[in-house]
């Protein structure tokens, strides 16, 4: 049987297209529930979530969420495709072609659009949240010890998604600026999983040997999804580093036609 052969690219449109709805998915799923309960209770048909209107909404909730973690899957699965498809390329960096074909300065301004994406999705959150919290103090049923308390949930959910998304957003930005500061120098990483005891360390360490000889070891962080372990296929992999001490960089090539893949990382003493 003849295999047909998928590029890196293809992977990669699909791992964008099935993110993005998962984002809207995981986003949306919450206001669409309130909006059922609303549109049943100005139809004076909402008396309670044991009604056909109460069971439809948790239905809608329930639907939206399982549809977002199946996107979500595809999302993993595609980029595990898209990582073995790279391998296959053998690409490496050059300071005269750029990191594949990329543009040196393309891919600090690069960064700097993730963190105001990530400004972005926190600034949009708050009102969605608003209105959520809006609609559960008009239209949850009684009790209101019960309805009090699912919206307590939410304004602690979204205080805890906005204060991650600060956190997040400060941290690309300050890499950003150190980036910005040093510019990038062609390298390559051997990504290694260090036997650890400590429960929340991380534990994939990146060894980087220079073109001129020098070495460094640098730390991935845990609460990401860009690690870099997912490109451990081989040692020595051809990449950009880019920063200094806390605030560091590794650009992993991905293809001539994808973009390469930006992790935090930061500078073991």
Wanted: hydrophobic share 45%; charged share 20%.
């Amino acid at each position: 049987m003849v295999v047909k052969e998928v590029p890196a690219e293809t992977y990669w449109r699909r791992r964008t297209r099935y993110l993005g709805i998962a984002v809207l998915l995981g986003a949306g799923s919450p206001a669409v529930m309130m909006g059922v309960l609303q549109l049943g209770s100005e139809l004076g048909a909402f008396e309670g979530w044991s009604d056909s209107v109460g069971m439809a909404a948790i239905l809608v909730l329930l639907v939206t969420a399982a549809l977002a973690v199946v996107c979500g899957h595809r999302v993993w699965v595609n980029d595990r495709l898209l990582d073995k498809a790279v391998a296959e390329l053998g690409v490496s960096p050059s300071f005269e072609d750029g990191l594949d074909g990329a543009d040196p300065e393309a891919e600090t301004r690069r960064l700097r659009t993730v963190y105001r994406r990530v400004w972005g999705f926190t600034v949009g959150w708050i009102p969605l949240a608003a209105a959520i919290v809006v609609l559960e103090v008009n239209y949850l049923p009684d009790p209101a010890e019960d309805r009090m308390a699912a919206v307590a949930a939410t304004v602690v959910m979204s205080l805890g998604g906005v204060v991650a998304g600060l956190f997040t957003k400060e941290a690309w930005r300050r890499r950003y600026r150190s980036v910005l500061a040093t510019g990038w120098r062609p390298a390559t990483v051997t990504v290694e999983r260090k036997d650890t005891a400590v429960p929340g360390d991380e534990p994939w360490i990146y060894d980087v040997k220079f073109p001129d000889g020098e070495r460094n070891r640098l730390r991935g962080l845990q609460f990401t999804f860009r690690t870099g372990h997912r490109f451990g296929w081989r040692p020595d992999v051809p990449v950009w580093i880019g920063g200094e001490g806390e605030s560091m960089v590794v650009l992993f090539p991905r293809g001539p036609s994808v973009p390469p893949c930006a992790v935090p990382v930061r500078s073991l003493p």
